[in-house]
């Protein structure tokens, strides 16, 4: 049922004698806040000489019929009010109008209004159908709040206005996949260009979805409109061999050592290491936080590692951690003599850095692994396939990665055959030659086995 108008709240009426300033006649004025909480006005103009005498009992010397119809018009409303039916009454002139004009149309196409009532239910949610121009206005201002980088949101709106500049008049509800399709292809874009403007142009599809809006019952940005091949869709990956590699140079760097040991074995992303400070990390009952202010989900996570010598068995149950050798290679980047710096001002230390300036990490990144330039995440994306694929199971992963396991499940299902992976969680750090009490009985033990 559809309520009376009223205001909740505030539901106030008035019954008001008062004549129009600039003429001679006077109404009497039957105020009233209708469903939206405006206040309304309906006037009746009165004939009678005393109008401020008028009074709506009929027999009565100021007897009006203005004023009774003013009269009759609030106690109307006030009864649709307490009864909360639809009440034709109870609806404003122009409402009126309008509902006969839907009645008609309703008729001529052999919907009775109850079902239009029906549809208009399943259509509730705070909004309705909303048009092209303004969705993007408002999923922009949305993530503008949500606080995104610039950089994305200038992304968003490059890509929705593609859309704008060929639907402008459409709703969003009213997209379909074929003329989508007929559209994106038409503008000859860059594979990953065409990708992400369908990517950029889902996610606002759901964002309405998501806040109750009416645009329909499935995204037709979906599996409707084809994506086009690039080679981001490829998921690079080390190898064993360059894994080890890679390991080999990093460790040397006391910028990046740190860093890609924890990209590599620990599931953190690189913009989130870069931040993680010395004390986030704890060797006794192994443990990397990665607290919520630099996660990129701003969701904290705190990494394990499991040490037991059965690790194996553990880890393909229910331990969401890593594997033993994850805190064998912090161990070993966190107690070695390290030189860094050029000629007189050359200093040592004892353990890598944290809390890496991103540029300075890059730098040292490009010259120390010249080998993995313009692999874009692939340590990330190893650490990914190589912990789903060991241990099968995505949830822990995603516990682990901070990703979503959806994410996860549609970028990670190359096979990789399982003992490959086991053998990069079998990747030992070096035993240090020189110095061999630094390192902890632990780190001996798990080298051995
Ligand atoms: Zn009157």
Known sequence: MISAPQCPTNFVMQLVTEDKKDGKYWYHRAYYYDAEGKRQKESFRCKKEHSKKCNGKYGETHYCKAYKAAEDRLKNLAHATKTQSLNLESL???ERVEWSQASELAKKIGISMSQIIQIAEMHKGPLKPIRLPEAIDLFIEGKVAAKLRPSTIKGYKTNLNRLQLKFRQKH???LHPSELQTWISGLTLAPKTHNDTLATCSTMWQWFKDRQYSVGPDNPFGKGVTRQETDEDYIDTLTIDD?????EAA???PYIAGIVVLQMFWGVRVEEAQ?????WIKEEHPMVTVPSHIAKLRK???NQANISDDWKPQMMTNAKAVPPN???WLKYVLNKDYTYGKGKRQKKCVGCFWNVNASTYRNHKLKTLSMINGRKNVLRHTFCTMHIHAFGNMEHTSMIAGNSVEELDASYNEPVPEDIAFEYWDIMPPVEKENPLRIRQRVIEMAVT
């Open 251 to 253: 460790v040397e760097d």
């Open 275 to 279: 931040k993680i400070l010395r004390k």
């Open 172 to 174: 969003l509800h009213e």
């Open 300 to 302: 904290a996570r705190y």
């Open 243 to 247: 894994s080890k590699k890679v390991l």
């Open 92 to 94: 404003t002139k122009a």
């Open 326 to 328: 994850a805190i064998a």
